[in-house]
């Protein structure tokens, strides 16, 4: 969706969550449960009734939003997250999917009987592209609908979408196994799927790029569309999409000779959506105002494309049974930061805490840190639903421990001593029947200044445009704007590396907890650096006299994580290298 006034009508919108809708199950039985090559969905009345019916046809398209990722939390549908596999946080009671992943056991881990980031993002890729085939095969046989004026069936816009939505899928594909098979066809009951080969990662890219460029033809903005239409893609997603595309095809990962023309193509592609084309010109996106509110909004001008999510109960979510200290009525705390995270955000003044001038306290160290801090991290002593968080550990003259009410040596507390905030706002609570608004985001206009600094560094060097983009995002975080030509912390007249260490650091702060960290570590290949290190938490002992002592501490082997270079990439799933008899060369490192 693209932020305008429409937007602002959010109780009308709610009524159509095409992210979370569920089709009449006596018309379509399409199900990320049956084979996702599935050529003909399941139906009551035969699919040429369907395609020879505008209202039919319509809920036949919407379909393909039922195989989009929807949740951060998504590892055996709400325990665990890529934050847990990556160096943002661990799982407090060593969630199965997060463990394979942080041991290397990916086959393991692929093989789950749920929702996972492996096997589960494959096969819900593939079913979603089988829907998205069938539909663009079948559009121009769609009559027109009965009211021109208020069509049932807008082919335009519905090819424009299922272009997007193939792309989306080949993407989160590329993203975690490189090159894949592809389908981009309706196949006959009697053709051999299996043995279609794997294409290279350059030809799937070009594929995606392709459908984006169509799908910029067809697509229109939110005013095009109305509020009736909120959370489908639109011009800007389909220019996000781009140029996410883009830029993780200049990565190391995918850009081994560094080629400077693709780093500069990902940029033109994020300025793009910075200065908008066409329709969209008049409805540039602009930073948020408050950082603290990001998934928690109905709307703003900062969301570019985003899953549809309204207000749930708290109960049975993954807020209570994932995210929230059992101290204040959560089932299990699982979501634990690491100290290595903790320690990357900078002070107010916009200097590390490794700097001996930043004023940093290892005594008090959660003082005069940079807003980002406050608005993520939930750490001891903070004030909190009426009261203080308590993480500590107190031993009385005769030996005997005693705890806070949000720690405990049970797998059911942090292992870090800190909750995960931007999953955990404190509006959130047990008491009084809560319910929850926690928005999945596709692409928000800061990821995009993130996209474009990175690019442009890369291809041309640290110019003042780079330094604009990292100067936006942390003027809004309201970090000190200090003193030097550009300010906030940021150091004048930076080499291309330091300004490649700094956008890196940017986008660990500004993008935290938000399903980018782990595939960002993937695509720079630094694994080594930030994953196979040790992973780290606080001690922290209440005193006699009410202070606190703060000790960083290495966690237990249970908390530690290994890397290899395979795991730059994830192992094809072992049941389609089975089904396909030799037709799918495995990913190097995991025969």
């Not at 899928?169 to 309706?186: A, C, H, M, N, Q």
């Not at 389909?238 to 400077?260: E, G, H, I, M, Q």
């Not at 306290?361 to 203080?388: C, H, M, S, T, V």
């Not at 928000?444 to 690019?455: D, K, Q």
Request: charged share 20%.
């Amino acid at each position: 969706m693209i932020a305008s006034s429409p937007l602002k009508k959010y109780k009308q919108m709610k009524n159509y969550k095409i992210f979370t809708v569920i089709l009449l199950l006596t018309l379509f039985s399409v199900s990320c449960k049956k084979d996702y090559l599935e050529r003909t969905p399941g139906v009551a009345i035969s699919e040429d009734d369907i395609f020879a019916d505008p209202a039919l046809a319509a809920r036949f398209a919407d379909n393909a939003y039922n195989y989009v990722i929807t949740k951060y939390v998504r590892f055996n549908d709400h325990r665990g997250c890529t934050a847990q596999a990556s160096d943002e946080a661990v799982s407090g009671n060593s969630e199965g999917s997060v463990t394979s992943l942080n041991r290397g056991l990916y086959h393991d881990h692929s093989n789950g009987p749920s929702l996972n980031d492996i096997y589960g993002v494959w096969k819900l890729m593939y079913a979603g592209i089988a829907v998205e085939n069938k539909m663009l095969a079948r559009i121009g046989e769609v009559p027109p609908s009965p009211n021109a004026s208020v069509p049932i069936f807008d082919a335009k816009r519905v090819e424009g979408e299922m272009r997007f939505l193939r792309a989306l899928s080949y993407f989160e594909l590329t993203k975690r196994f490189g090159g894949v098979p592809i389908i981009d066809k309706v196949y006959a009951v009697t053709d051999d799927l299996n043995s279609i080969p794997r294409s290279s990662f350059a030809q799937v890219t070009d594929f995606i790029l392709k459908d984006i460029e169509v799908a910029l033809t067809k697509l229109g903005t939110d005013a095009d569309y109305g509020a009736s239409n909120y959370g489908r893609p639109t011009l800007g997603a389909a220019l996000a999409l781009k140029a996410r595309v883009l830029l993780y095809a200049a990565s190391p990962l995918n850009n081994p000779n560094n080629d400077k023309t693709k780093w500069q193509a990902a940029a033109t592609a994020a300025a793009e959506v910075m200065k908008g084309v066409d329709g969209l010109a008049k409805q540039a996106y602009s930073l948020q105002d408050n950082y603290g509110e990001l998934l928690n909004l109905p709307n703003s001008p900062e969301y570019i494309m985003m899953r549809i999510k309204g207000p749930t109960p708290l109960a049975g979510e993954m807020m209570q049974d994932f995210s929230m200290s059992p101290g204040s009525g959560g089932a299990q705390g699982q979501m634990n930061p690491t100290q290595n995270h903790v320690d990357m955000y900078e002070m107010a003044n916009g200097k590390a805490i490794t700097d001996p001038t930043s004023g940093y306290d290892p005594k008090n160290p959660y003082l005069n840190r940079e807003p980002r801090f406050y608005n993520n991290i939930i750490y001891n002593d903070l004030a909190w639903q009426g009261r203080k968080i308590e993480m500590w550990t107190s031993t009385d003259a005769g030996g005997k421990v005693s705890y806070g009410k949000d720690y405990s040596t049970t797998i059911t507390y942090t292992a870090t001593r800190y909750y995960c905030k931007k999953y955990w706002p404190e509006v959130y609570r047990t008491v009084g029947g809560s319910t929850t608004l926690l928005n999945y985001l596709y692409f928000r206009y800061g990821e995009v200044l993130l996209n474009y600094a990175e690019a442009q560094n890369e291809a041309t060097g640290p110019d003042a445009s780079v330094y604009a983009q990292l100067v936006a995002l942390r003027k809004r975080a309201k970090i000190t704007p200090g003193t030097g030509t550009y300010g906030y912390g940021l150091k004048d007249n930076m080499t291309q590396d330091e300004m490649r260490i700094a956008i890196r650091h940017e986008r660990a702060i500004e993008l935290a907890f938000e399903d980018h960290r782990w595939y960002d570590i993937m695509r720079w290949k630094i694994g080594a650096q930030t994953i196979a290190v040790p992973m780290k938490g606080m001690d922290v002992v209440k005193n006699t006299n009410g202070s606190f002592t703060y000790t960083p501490i290495v966690l237990g082997p249970t908390f530690q994580k290994s890397w290899t270079e395979a795991q730059n990439l994830y192992p094809i799933p072992r049941a389609e290298i089975y089904k396909s008899k030799g037709a799918l060369i495995q990913n190097p490192g995991w025969e």
